[in-house]
């Protein structure tokens, strides 16, 4: 027998798992007038277990052409649940948001997938065919195997030449998600926040470089996702992630490597399962102030002298970056919010997002202007009798109280709905928002920030993508919520008799 691959998703990249994935397959035996009924065969494995099984009819050129994504989406999911510690533990009750500050795991500020983040997928090849027009056909399976697929849980909304910007051909930029391969010092982590700051920052650590900023205040977690493993084809070269804390007149108070392996998580050369490939670092001042990894590290945000830090991947367990030839990502700066908004209103409490972005992992936003709550309100009526119709005779009168009779709720339904607005924004700010209206999973924090979070979803049908030479100024937007769980309500309950 003879099938080949004429096409497959290229193996020497890494690939979104939305993307469109083609084979073209080809066989000897379809181009023989003898066989009858043929059909090409795909079998999908994930996790080594076969998942679907896909017959096809060849094309009019003979030969069988599978799209493969569609079947596998529904094997994917992003990472909700923090993993850092054995199931039926505080796995179940502790999100991804919490890595650090986990009970019973504080030492460990890194944290693995839940295995349906990133997956290599196989995919074998088969044929059927009949030896005459009546007879049934055979099946052949495993005629072609080994056709391996890295995937990971992306949209792809980040490749170029692709959405905005249009599309040179199907097969162009298969390399797009290398820049998030912690390979060197222009690599992101799995973040929509891609763009460089306008404000005029340069890092402090190579001062080549100019941060992607980032606003926080304190008490607030974030969480970083990153690709971690050193064999093809993602390449990592992470050894460990450096963060350097600095007040307000930018001197350095305290810095420190973070080592997967030895902080939590799994060291990039250990990885041998697909829930260690992609891992997650809890980088917020939330996650840094109750981790005890370095408890002189965390007294830093207790005690709230810690005006902005910088976060970098690292080549080495002990680097202190100087140079680009040091990093394997580029530079993150933190910036701690003190004052609550531009109005410097301490009584207004921000209202803080975290959503699934379009690498499958998670970005964050505070709103830290006005913001709205209300309740829409059903109720579902009936009208009531009053009087004791039915106990009235000789000996009781007819009677009723004035509490009885007319209508009545019989059940009310309430849902919170949320108006939330920015701060003043940038233009590097307008594509990660955009990711947000996109997003199918949105959180609210509450007081507590990553110790109580409530799922909401975004309720505006549109989006206008701001720009600040249009606005003339810097911008900000005003995006409406609504709660996923409905607000606990009573029943008013029928009154029986006059008792």
């Known amino acids: 027998m003879?099938?080949?691959?004429?096409?497959?998703?290229?193996?020497?990249?890494?690939?979104?798992v939305f993307e469109q994935l083609m084979y073209v397959i080809t066989s000897t035996e379809q181009a023989s007038a003898s066989n009858y009924k043929f059909r090409y065969i795909a079998d999908l494995y994930v996790g080594g277990v076969m998942v679907s099984r896909v017959k096809i009819f060849p094309n009019q050129a003979g030969a069988g052409v599978f799209r493969v994504d569609k079947l596998l989406v529904p094997h994917f999911s992003t990472t909700n649940a923090y993993q850092g510690t054995s199931a039926g533990t505080v796995v179940q009750a502790a999100s991804?948001?919490?890595?650090?500050?986990?009970?019973?795991?504080?030492?460990?500020?890194?944290?693995?997938?839940?295995?349906?983040s990133v997956r290599q997928i196989e995919v074998k090849f088969g044929q059927e065919y009949a030896s005459s027009a009546t007879a049934n056909p055979t099946v052949y399976l495993n005629q072609v195997t080994g056709?391996?697929?890295?995937?990971?849980?992306?949209a792809g909304l980040r490749r170029s030449n692709t959405w905005d910007d249009g599309i040179l051909s199907y097969t162009s930029n298969n390399s797009w998600a290398n820049a998030f391969l912690m390979k060197q010092f222009r690599s992101f982590f799995l973040s929509d926040r891609t763009e460089e700051n306008t404000q005029g920052y340069t890092s402090n650590l190579v001062s080549s470089i100019t941060p992607i900023l980032i606003d926080v205040e304190y008490k607030q977690p974030y969480v970083l996702g990153f690709l971690n493993d050193n064999t093809a084809p993602y390449d990592s070269d992470l050894k460990s992630i450096y963060v350097a804390l600095y007040n307000s007149s930018n001197v350095l108070l305290?810095?420190?490597?973070?080592?997967?392996?030895?902080?939590?998580?799994?060291?990039?050369?250990?990885?041998?399962?697909?829930?260690?490939?992609?891992?997650?670092?809890?980088c917020g001042p939330f996650n840094f102030m109750t981790q005890?990894?370095?408890?002189?590290?965390?007294?830093?945000?207790?005690?709230?002298?810690?005006?902005?830090?910088?976060?970098?991947?690292?080549?080495?367990?002990?680097?202190?970056?100087?140079?680009?030839?040091?990093?394997v990502s580029t530079i993150y700066r933190f910036n701690i919010n003190t004052c609550e908004s531009i109005?410097?209103?301490?009584?207004?409490?921000?209202?803080?997002?975290?959503?699934?972005?379009?690498?499958?992992?998670?970005?964050?936003?505070?709103?830290?202007?006005?913001?709205?709550?209300?309740?829409?309100?059903?109720?579902?009526?009936?009208?009531?009798?009053?009087?004791?119709?039915n106990t009235a005779d000789a000996a009781q009168d007819f009677e009723y109280r004035g509490t009885q009779g007319g209508t009545r709720i019989a059940r009310v339904d309430a849902t919170q709905e949320l108006t939330a607005t920015t701060n003043l924004l940038q233009d590097s700010d307008v594509a990660v928002l955009e990711t947000?209206?996109?997003?199918?999973?949105?959180?609210?924090?509450?007081?507590?920030?990553?110790?109580?979070?409530?799922?909401?979803?975004?309720?505006?049908?549109?989006?206008?993508?701001?720009r600040r030479v249009n606005e003339r100024a810097p911008f900000l937007y005003q995006i409406k919520f609504k709660f996923a769980k409905p607000r606990p309500t009573t029943k008013g309950g029928t009154f029986r008799g006059l008792s």
């Open 147 to 154: 056709e391996y697929i890295n995937l990971f849980m992306s």
């Open 254 to 282: 305290d810095s420190r490597n973070f080592i997967p392996g030895t902080d939590g998580g799994v060291e990039n050369t250990a990885v041998s399962a697909d829930k260690d490939k992609l891992q997650f670092f809890g």
């Open 343 to 389: 109005y410097q209103d301490s009584d207004q409490n921000p209202i803080y997002i975290a959503w699934q972005n379009s690498l499958g992992c998670w970005d964050f936003q505070y709103f830290s202007l006005r913001h709205t709550y209300s309740d829409k309100i059903t109720r579902k009526t009936f009208d009531q009798v009053a009087g004791n119709w």
């Open 2 to 16: 003879g099938m080949t691959v004429q096409q497959r998703p290229d193996t020497a990249n890494v690939h979104g």
């Open 96 to 116: 991804i948001f919490n890595t650090g500050a986990v009970g019973g795991a504080t030492t460990k500020i890194f944290s693995s997938s839940n295995g349906e």
């Open 436 to 466: 947000l209206m996109l997003s199918p999973q949105v959180f609210l924090f509450s007081t507590n920030r990553g110790e109580g979070i409530t799922p909401i979803t975004v309720t505006d049908a549109t989006y206008v993508k701001k």
């Open 292 to 327: 005890t990894i370095d408890t002189t590290f965390k007294d830093f945000f207790v005690n709230e002298q810690v005006s902005y830090y910088e976060v970098c991947a690292v080549d080495g367990t002990a680097t202190t970056p100087s140079a680009t030839t040091d990093l």
